[in-house]
């Protein structure tokens, strides 16, 4: 196995996405890194720090919450995409995106 990435929306509503080692190999980090803020900005999203600062956690987090539960559960293609930005940009072998808790572990 090369990774997995846990999205948790609510209690009972998550989507686990596995990353195996036969798939094609993860993008760098810094392809990771660029495709999520390509999505963030696409999204919508707003950055959480006062002072305008966008952490990789927090692409990873947002790009999940604007994304939603329905982008999860019908795209699968763009799923394995973010999954394969998350594992690459933290350079992780498992990540679990607490949606409504707001954490990344």
Do not use: H
Request: hydrophobic share 45%; proline share 2%; aromatic share 8%.
């Amino acid at each position: 196995m090369r990774g997995a990435v846990f999205v948790v929306f609510a209690r009972g509503r998550e989507y686990e996405l596995r990353i195996t080692a036969g798939d094609q190999a993860l993008p760098s980090a810094q392809e990771g890194d660029k495709w999520l803020s390509q999505q963030f900005e696409e999204l919508g999203c707003t950055p959480r720090s006062l002072v305008g600062k966008i952490l990789a956690l927090d692409k990873v987090l947002e790009v999940a919450r604007e994304a939603g539960e329905k982008r999860f559960a019908g795209d699968l293609a763009w799923a394995e995409a973010y999954a394969r930005a998350v594992l690459a940009t933290l350079n992780r072998d498992t990540v679990r995106i607490d949606v409504e808790g707001n954490t990344v572990a």
